[in-house]
C-alpha cells in the first residue's frame, strides 16, 4: 500500500497534469497538505478519520495569523477552507484511486460571512474612465485599459496577456484564464474604438498589447 506521503506526491502531479492547475496552485495545495500530514503524524490513508479532521480543525482555528503574533489570533475562518478543501480534494482523488480513506464529502467548510460590497457611483465611474484626457501615447493606453476592464471584466493578469493581434472586429473575446480555461467576454464599441486610438499611435514592434511607456 502506498504511503500518504506517496499518494500526496502523485496527486499533485495529477492535478498539475490531468487537471491542469497553475504551479502555484500545486505548491499551495502542497503546503495544505503538508501542514495536514505533520499534525496528522501517520502515513495510513486509513487513519484519516472524521475525527482527525476535527482535531485539525481546531488546531487551525488556535493558530496564530504570524509566529510573531499574539496566540489569540486566529486564521481567517476563509484561509482555514484553503486546508480544507485542498484535503478534501486529496481523499477524493484517494477514492477514485481505490485507497480506503475518509470520503471528501464527509468535510464541510466553515461558514463565512459577506464581504460587504463597496460600490463605484455612477459619477466616481464616469471621472475615471475620463480621466485620461489628453492625446499622448500614455494617455491613449491608460484610456483604452480602463475602457477594457469596464468592458470586458478581465483580471489583470489577463489583460496583460492580451496581444496587438487582439480581434476588435468581434464583440467576443476568447480569454485563457486561470488553470488554462477558456471563457468568452464581450467588448464595448466604446473599449474597441479606444483600443483602436491607442493601437494607431503605436510606433513600436513590441507584440504586446499593453506596453511601459517612458514618461520622459
Known amino acids: 500500500m502506498s504511503s500518504l506521503k506517496q499518494l500526496k506526491r502523485q496527486f499533485l ?5 490531468e487537471k491542469g492547475r497553475s504551479l502555484k496552485t500545486v505548491e499551495n495545495y502542497d503546503h495544505y497538505l503538508t501542514r495536514f500530514l505533520d499534525f496528522a503524524k501517520n502515513d495510513n490513508p486509513a487513519d484519516i478519520t472524521s475525527d482527525s479532521i476535527r482535531e ?10 504570524r509566529p510573531n503574533k499574539s496566540s489569540n489570533e486566529t486564521l481567517s475562518k476563509k ?4 486546508y480544507l478543501i485542498a484535503i478534501r480534494a486529496f481523499l477524493k482523488y484517494l477514492a477514485r484511486q481505490e ?10 467548510l ?12 455612477h459619477e466616481e465611474l ?5 480621466s485620461p484626457k489628453g492625446t499622448s501615447l500614455k494617455d491613449l493606453r491608460d484610456k483604452a485599459i480602463l475602457e477594457l476592464l469596464f468592458s470586458t471584466g478581465l483580471r489583470l493578469a489577463e489583460l496583460c496577456s492580451l496581444g496587438v493581434d487582439i480581434n476588435l472586429k468581434s464583440d467576443e ?28 499611435a503605436r510606433k513600436d514592434m513590441s507584440e504586446a498589447l499593453f506596453v511601459r511607456i517612458d514618461n520622459r
Open 56 to 65: 485539525f480543525r481546531l488546531w487551525l482555528n488556535r493558530q496564530g495569523v
Open 13 to 17: 502531479e495529477y492535478i498539475e497534469i
Open 126 to 130: 464616469s471621472r475615471l474612465l475620463n
Open 173 to 200: 473575446l476568447s480569454i485563457r484564464g486561470k488553470g488554462g480555461k477558456i471563457r468568452v467576454v464581450f467588448i464595448s464599441d466604446t473599449a474597441k474604438n479606444a483600443v483602436r486610438n491607442y493601437l494607431s
Open 79 to 82: 484561509t482555514q477552507n484553503y
Open 110 to 121: 466553515a461558514k463565512v460571512g459577506e464581504r460587504p460590497l463597496d460600490l463605484i457611483t
Open 99 to 108: 485507497v480506503k480513506s475518509l470520503p471528501g464529502e464527509r468535510i464541510e
